[in-house]
C-alpha cells in the first residue's frame, strides 16, 4: 500500500509561483511512475505532468508546458510540481498519483494510488 501526501498549494496572485510536494510512505515509489493531476469545480480530473520512474522521461498536458516542472527524488520518496507565471485557470485541487508501471502515464485509470489533493488558487 502507498500512501500518498501532497502539500504546498495555496492562494497567490496571477504570475507568482507555488512548489507542490508529494510524499510517499508505506512503500518506495522509486519504480513507479508518477503523475500530477488537476480538478477544478465543475470539471473532470486532468493530467498534468507525468515523470517516469528513473526520471528520464517527462510529459506535460499543453496548458502547463513551458510554465510548469515535474522532478522527483527518489531518495526522498517525492515528486515536486513546480509551478511558475501561475494564472487563474490553474486555479484547482492538485493531485499527486502513482502508477506501478515504469512509463509515463497519462490517463488516471492508469494509476492505482491517490493523495488527497491540494487546493491552489490563483487570484487575477
Known amino acids: 500500500q502507498v500512501r500518498l501526501v501532497e502539500s504546498g498549494g495555496g492562494l497567490v496572485q496571477a504570475g507568482d509561483s507555488l512548489r507542490l510536494s508529494c510524499a510517499a510512505s508505506?512503500?518506495?515509489?522509486?519504480?513507479?511512475?508518477m503523475g500530477w493531476f488537476r480538478q477544478a469545480p465543475g470539471k473532470e480530473r486532468e493530467f498534468v505532468a507525468a515523470?517516469?520512474?528513473?526520471?528520464?522521461?517527462?510529459r506535460y498536458a499543453d496548458s502547463v508546458k513551458g510554465r510548469f516542472t515535474i522532478s522527483r527524488d527518489n531518495a526522498k520518496n517525492t515528486v515536486y510540481l513546480q509551478m511558475n507565471s501561475l494564472k487563474p485557470e490553474d486555479t484547482a485541487v492538485y493531485y499527486c498519483?502513482?502508477?506501478?508501471?515504469?512509463?509515463?502515464?497519462?490517463?488516471?485509470?492508469?494509476?492505482?494510488?491517490w493523495g488527497q489533493g491540494t487546493q491552489v488558487t490563483v487570484s487575477s
Open positions: 498519483a502513482a502508477s506501478p508501471l515504469h512509463t509515463i502515464v497519462v490517463p488516471t485509470t492508469g494509476y492505482v494510488y
Open positions: 508505506g512503500r518506495a515509489v522509486s519504480s513507479y511512475a
Open positions: 515523470i517516469n520512474w528513473n526520471r528520464a522521461t517527462t
